[in-house]
């Protein structure tokens, strides 16, 4: 018995409905416990996800395939995760601990219709289902100057590309007449049967569609506002928007540019190239003097989006199964570091990286997987970040772009020196007598989660490296 | 074969890992004991490895292959020949004394060991590995102990050397990965297997060897170190604690070169024919250059690593010959190079131990004071010089001998590293040793039976090796053979 395509997402709606109204009725010091009542919200999901039919639906806008399924669970295992080192984090909070919960699996609703869009304007509303939930999470602490500053700059950015990304929408309307990415293929095709090479209307909704998913990317040169809402945020909101949103754009661009515009490759693809290489060059430099593990993370997930496009911009299946398993390695490495970064700041309220000197000798489990989170970032084997980058890598060379694979190696370099700085920290400065940082439960659960993703993705990468596959054969190249 | 010994090598020093994880921070002794009989079983087996090792043929031994990720072509693909059974070994010599050597470490003890025998398992990897994907695996494992042995456990710039050493060779290595890839697409069918792409070597075509080749080159150049790629060594080595000074030398330096024979030569002979001549000029700059380096070193341990970069360059210029002789000298000065200079590193930590200094001029009249350590030191001083008799000397004969028909120039110009190689270690030894004794050595303490127990077994093979050298010869001709003969045809 298979439920319909669409189930997953309706039943994750309906839960964070019931949040909402438990929420209600529960007492203040009680609200923490929502938090896991959403941890098994996602899991029944998980579970609903392989008892639902693939296929089509609302006449070929939704469609669930093995690209979304793939993505699906990337986005719920990172909502899993972010949840899970939140339920100590809300505990600081003064008012509103349930709405922090049910505002971050509205947002992983969006995430998982967005990923099964195949319509413009279902692609839009999901977008947008993604985004506005965070604006407000980025803003959550609100006494804190920066959380505000955080929450505002992120949503007149963030609607600011929505409006460019609209504006793209709107154009490809009026130049193919249909919203729907296999119409508007179809249209592009016989255009480009009859007129020949792309045109200046053409040209222009590209870019806007790239300015409007490299705003969510946060690629160089759209990165600005990630830096600053990444430090505002609250931590577990900045490791939930530097993966989970993070691989929602990228899904709706692959989507988007995979799909209806793959005839015209040649023109799109050397713009997306480009700022793959900005991204990595400016996002690994600028990394270098930061002295915030957060605004470090922010620059590195600027790069690391910068290396995910190497993937995609050699357009083949490797290519597109590589950016699929490099999200996945990516999550769990990236995640980690935010992990262990949140159990620091919860005892020690500094993301500093200098107060982090001496962790090894007081707390010598969790900087012993800090250190393998972040040589995972690095692309260090036998970790998952390797396998990683080496799939990347490997479908780029395939299609001759040496000279992308050089930037990326060569920035790869550059990218240890801050990563190891970390460790330096941890590892080499002799303070001793720091005490030790606490573990709660749920951080607990998400280290163990994500340091068996790195090793298990980085060891024996076969079952995911084979899901990976299956989700790329959804286009055709 | 059906004991999978190459993969025991491995791993046994990984389950030594996890026992002194197990151990608690204050079993400091026992820590120390179990490690040592972690690294000490990889000998046992090496022993084992090289009493049954073929040595008539060059097909590869002890062969272990298994499926690992299909899905990239990988496998789990280990094996052993004439090029790699004495590394292997020599690689579980060294670790074992080192082990031994580092007892008395007192700092972080259970970090230290542990880090150690995670440095072994790497090594071991790279010696064994023949899928490609296995062997940059564990050419990149290496990096991380080695960053915090020397970060942590390291001289006053500790922490500048461990990146230093970290960032140069990963930068090398990177390059080594892009060539990789671009060998697998290049090989049809695509593959990792480092035995079928030598077979498929002959059907690259030039101008793709010339390239890939460089690539490669980068990530050996930087391990050997070849001129001008060797500014990490000396910053390492000699801010390094002693044992990882001698792995850092004996072991990981050989990577390079057993790069080149095992990958360079094999799979571009194209390239390495071209490249032969600028391969033998940058030999002569690594024997003179780092021969007239160390005449100005007042650092004992910096003179010693400088040393190495001399020495290596025998190694290079072997290799850029590309005849038998040649590159079994080669061979041969990696395995002798490996005892001499891990011997002369554990005798320079042995005094700093007790002096608190290198400084070559605070010395003076030992020999009175310290005869035994002096007799060692100076035997070993004898064997990096060249002294006949001694495994330094056999190999850089058979060097000069297998590459002089190919470039006499240079080989004549080599000839002077053997003699400025003679002047530093005389000058080191008549300042340290001879002359006056300087009364502010008056409590200078013998070498200890721990300290004489670790560079023993490298004096009696240095001998060995030296007076009766044919059953290393013989072990590594075939091998050698038939890489010589895949490039020159």
Known sequence: MYFISIFPEIFLFLWTI????????????KRKNLGYLSLLGILITIILLFFSAQGEMFGKAYSYDSLSLFFKLVFLLSAFLAISVSIDFVAKFRAFKGEFFGLILFSTVGMMLLSSARELIFLYVSLELVTIPLYVLAAYLKPDKKSAEAGLKYMLLGAISSAILLYGISLIYGITGTTFLLGIKTRLMVDYLQIGP????????????????????ALVPFHMWAPDVYEGAPTPITAFLSVGSKAAGLVAFLRVF??????????????????????????????????????????????????????????????????????????????????????????????????????????????????????????????????????????????????????????SVISLYYYVGVIKEMYFNKKEGGEKIFLPFGIKLALIICIIGVLLVGLFPNPFLDLASQAALVFKY | MSFPILSYMIFIPFLGIIAVLVLRKEQVQAIRWASALFSFIPLVLSFFLLAHYDSSTSTMQFVEKHTWIPSLGVTYFLGADGLSVPMLFLTALLSFLSVIASFNINFRVKEYFAFFLLLEVGMMGVFAALDFFLFYIFWEVMLVPMYFLIGIWGGPRKEYAAIKFFLYTLFGSVFMLIGILALYFTSQPHTLNMMELISQAPLLAKGFQLIVFVAFFLAFAIKVPIFPFHTWLPDAHVEAPTAVSVILAGILLKMGTYGLLRVSLPMFPKAALYYALPLALLALINIVYGALVCMAQKDLKKMVAYSSVSHMGYCILGISALTVTGVSGCVFQMFSHGLITGALFLLVGVLYDRAHTRDIDAFGGLWAKIPVYTGVMTLFCMGSLGLPGLSGFISEFMVFIGSFPVFKVIVALAVLGVVITAAYFLRMIQKMFLGTFNTKWEALTEISGRELFTVIPLAILMIGVGVYPSPLADMIRATLENIVHLVTG
């Not at chain 1, 019931?18 to 010091?29: G, S």
């Not at chain 1, 792309?198 to 990317?217: D, Q, R």
Request: glycine share 8%.
């Open chain 1, 258 to 411: 995979f799909e209806s515009f793959s005839v015209y490759n040649p023109d799109w693809v050397t713009i997306v190239a480009v700022l793959a290489a900005l991204s990595m060059i400016i996002g690994n430099i600028i990394a270098l003097p930061q002295t915030n593990i957060k605004r470090m993370l922010a620059y590195s997930s600027i790069a690391q989006m910068g290396y995910i496009l190497v993937g995609l911009v050699a357009i083949s299946e490797r290519g597109v199964s590589s950016v699929a398993f490099y999200t996945l390695a990516y999550l769990f490495a990236n995640l980690g570091a935010f992990v262990v970064a949140i159990a620091f700041e919860l005892q020690t309220g500094s993301s500093e990286i200098k107060d982090y000197s001496g962790l090894s000798r007081s707390s010598p489990t969790l900087s012993f997987l800090m250190m393998l989170f972040l040589l995972s970032l690095v692309g260090i084997p036998p970790l998952a970040g390797f396998v990683g980058k080496y799939y990347l890598f490997a479908a780029a060379i395939e299609k001759h772009l040496i000279w992308l694979v050089v930037i990326a190696v060569l920035t």
């Open chain 1, 198 to 217: 792309i045109g200046p209307g053409l040209f222009l909704s590209f870019i806007f569609f790239i300015a409007g998913f490299g705003f969510k990317l």
């Open chain 1, 18 to 29: 019931l949040i909402f109204v438990v929420d209600f009725f529960l007492k203040e010091d």
